[in-house]
Structures are given as C-alpha cells and as structure tokens.
C-alpha cells in the first residue's frame, strides 16, 4: 500500500541503456539517491529503482530498470524493454565507442519496446571535459536527426540528471493528454495510479520530487 507521498497519477516504466561503463548506474543512483555511487562496478543483469516526481501537476512514479551494457548479458537485459514507456540511451562524452554505439541502442529501444517510446539521448561524465571526445553540437544533431531529445549529464555531480527524467516523463504525460496514448488499457509500461506494472518489484526508495 503506497503511503499519502508516494500516491501517484500515472505509472511509466523506464529503461536506461548504453555501453557498459557509460555511467548508468550512477546516473539512476544520483536521481534516486541524490548522491554519487561510489566504486560502481558494471552491472550484472538490471538493477531497479524507482521514485516519484511531479511534473505538470501530476504525481508520476517512474520504474526504473538499469540494464547491464555489456555484450554478453543483452539477451537477458532486453526482456526488460517490452513495454517501456521512456528510454535513456546513455554514452561517454569522453569516449567516441560509446557515442557511436547509439544508433544500435536507438534500434533496440524502437525494436523492443513500445512504438510510441519517449527516448533521450544522455551525453554522461561532462565533469571530464577536458577528456571529450563527443561535442554538444555532434551529438545534439544527432538527436535531430533521430527526432528524440538530448542533454548532457554529471552523474558525479548531479548536472543535468533529474532534468532527462523530468524531460522524458513530460512527453509521456503530454502523449497521455493529447489522446494519443491511453494509460487505461492493460498494455505494459503506463498504467494510472490504481494500476500496476507487471514484472516489477517495489525496490529501491520512493521519493518525490518537485519540478
């Protein structure tokens, strides 16, 4: 039974994917937590977290699942995609591997998940700047030309993280209020706040945020 401050409106999975190493982990432990995580090693599998903002009046609790980037995991790793509503596809800006990855993650999401997904493009690690391999500019119209949103991100200092979730769940909930996606039916990954996402444990803390 959820307490008086984690009721929610609206219900969205999330996935966070990319190469290992990108900073995954610690961007979803930074926006759960507030804090960086420490001596983070890959993952194994997926991690899970979840927390609930405010966005346009409305509470909106977000499942998130970190899957593991690494090669030799993504067949366990994509059995989480179904259904995902909003998908952060993370890369090092100080390694151009990671960046040119993106269209194999892109194609992933656009593949596995649901078609109408809301998708970020996360430029991570803009504390290492002196080390970029990857510009704003580059990958901004990249973006573009991929027609999903774009930010650049500290998981180490916090820049810019809550910002990708806030952007991503705003899209969602403005589908939701156009008509164009109805958080009603039984389909997988959006559901109202009586509803329930399948698969999905309540781990992690729930917190709630203004924006």
């Not at 995954?24 to 930074?30: A, E, G, T, W």
């Given at each position: 039974m959820d307490s008086e401050k984690d009721k929610y409106d609206y219900l969205f999975k999330f996935i966070i994917i990319g190469d290992a190493g990108a900073g995954k982990s610690c961007l979803l432990h930074q926006f759960i937590d507030n804090k960086f995580k420490k001596g983070s090693s890959h993952t194994i599998g997926v991690e899970f977290g979840s927390k609930v903002i405010t966005v346009g009046g409305r509470n909106i609790k977000l499942q998130i699942w970190d899957t593991a980037g690494q090669?030799?995991?993504r067949s366990v790793t994509r059995s989480y995609?179904?259904?995902a509503?909003?998908?952060l596809i993370v890369y090092d800006i100080t390694n151009r591997d990671s960046y040119n990855h993106l269209v194999n993650w892109l194609a992933d999401a656009r593949t596995l998940a649901r078609a109408d997904i809301s998708i970020i493009t996360v430029g991570n690690?803009?504390?290492l700047k002196?080390?970029?391999e990857v510009t704003f500019l580059e990958a901004s119209r990249c973006a573009q030309e991929n027609d999903i949103l774009f930010l650049e991100t500290s998981a180490l200092t916090g820049e810019g993280v809550e910002d990708v979730f806030i952007?991503?769940?705003r899209m969602i909930l403005n589908k939701i209020e156009d008509g164009l996606i109805d958080p009603h039916t039984?389909?997988?990954?959006i559901h109202t706040g009586a509803q329930r996402l399948e698969g999905g444990a309540e781990a992690s803390a729930n917190k709630t945020c203004s924006c």
């Amino acid at each position: 039974m959820d307490s008086e401050k984690d009721k929610y409106d609206y219900l969205f999975k999330f996935i966070i994917i990319g190469d290992a190493g990108a900073g995954k982990s610690c961007l979803l432990h930074q926006f759960i937590d507030n804090k960086f995580k420490k001596g983070s090693s890959h993952t194994i599998g997926v991690e899970f977290g979840s927390k609930v903002i405010t966005v346009g009046g409305r509470n909106i609790k977000l499942q998130i699942w970190d899957t593991a980037g690494q090669e030799r995991y993504r067949s366990v790793t994509r059995s989480y995609y179904r259904g995902a509503a909003g998908a952060l596809i993370v890369y090092d800006i100080t390694n151009r591997d990671s960046y040119n990855h993106l269209v194999n993650w892109l194609a992933d999401a656009r593949t596995l998940a649901r078609a109408d997904i809301s998708i970020i493009t996360v430029g991570n690690k803009v504390d290492l700047k002196e080390k970029r391999e990857v510009t704003f500019l580059e990958a901004s119209r990249c973006a573009q030309e991929n027609d999903i949103l774009f930010l650049e991100t500290s998981a180490l200092t916090g820049e810019g993280v809550e910002d990708v979730f806030i952007k991503v769940a705003r899209m969602i909930l403005n589908k939701i209020e156009d008509g164009l996606i109805d958080p009603h039916t039984m389909v997988s990954g959006i559901h109202t706040g009586a509803q329930r996402l399948e698969g999905g444990a309540e781990a992690s803390a729930n917190k709630t945020c203004s924006c």
